[in-house]
T-cell receptor, first 116, second 116 residues
Framework: AQKVTQAQTEISVVEKEDVTLDCVYE???????LFWYKQPPSGELVFLIR??????QNEISGRYSWNFQKSTSSFNFTITASQVVDSAVYFC?????????????FGDGTTLTVKP | GAGVSQSPRYKVTKRGQDVALRCDPI?????LYWYRQALGQGPEFLTY????????KSGLPNDRFSAERPEGSISTLTIQRTEQRDSAMYRC??????????????FGSGTRLTVV
């Protein structure tokens, strides 16, 4: 069985602070995908990033960066110099990599509030 | 279409009634997924299709829930004899790749189902 744990239920920061959202996962698969999604107050779910289990390089996209560590089964998400528009619920998700393994297991999300 | 379209946006129904939720995926997307999201939780997998074939329905809670995608495009999720515990946001997503989630999901805006 697969499991994703986002231990931080809510985080509140002041604008321009850096913030890291934690994600820990459990799986018996040796190959898998990890994802982050953003759910702003408007309610839609927006895909942010996908990582393969065999690629442990960290990734940076503007103010966003992701740290994948297979040894600790973690896939953490850092927002640098946070902005009010970053306020949202962020979900980490895990999926098998097999051809027909379409479903993802989501964590319960971390609500990030960025105050001006 | 340009995005994943779901209808209705909101549905209020009386307990015991049947409901049908519709999803129109992005044109050309092979895979279509149904998820359910309770308040304060992450999306929970229900079922998914590659083209018209239902690949995995392990997440459907019971036999009151069913889904179809007869022509490999539009999908309908049907809930028979609704119960209050069925109240949730029902989300549809599609992806270009055949189950492999190369590009993550594109989610629709969801249908908020309330059973009274």
């Amino acid at each position: 069985a697969q499991k994703v744990t986002q231990a931080q239920t809510e985080i509140s920061v002041v604008e321009k602070e850096d913030v890291t959202l934690d994600c820990v996962y459990e799986t018996r698969d040796t190959t898998y995908y990890l994802f982050w999604y953003k759910q702003p107050p408007s309610g839609e779910l927006v895909f942010l990033i996908r990582r393969n289990s065999f690629d442990e390089q960290n990734e940076i996209s503007g103010r966003y960066s992701w740290n994948f560590q297979k040894s600790t089964s973690s896939f953490n998400f850092t927002i640098t110099a946070s902005q009010v528009v970053d306020s949202a619920v962020y979900f980490c998700a895990l999926s098998r990599m097999e051809t027909n393994a379409g479903k993802s297991t989501f964590g319960d999300g971390t609500t990030l509030t960025v105050k001006p | 279409g340009a995005g994943v379209s779901q209808s209705p946006r909101y549905k209020v129904t009386k307990r015991g009634q049947d409901v049908a939720l519709r999803c129109d995926p992005i044109s050309g997307h092979v895979s279509l997924y149904w998820y359910r999201q309770a308040l304060g939780q992450g999306p929970e997998f229900l079922t998914y299709f590659n083209y018209e074939a239902q690949q995995d329905k392990s997440g459907l809670p019971n036999d009151r829930f069913s889904a179809e995608r007869p022509e490999g495009s539009i999908s309908t999720l049907t809930i028979q004899r609704t119960e209050q515990r069925d109240s949730a946001m029902y989300r549809c997503a599609s992806s270009l790749a055949k189950g492999a989630l190369d590009y993550g999901y594109t989610f629709g805006s969801g249908t908020r189902l309330t059973v009274v």
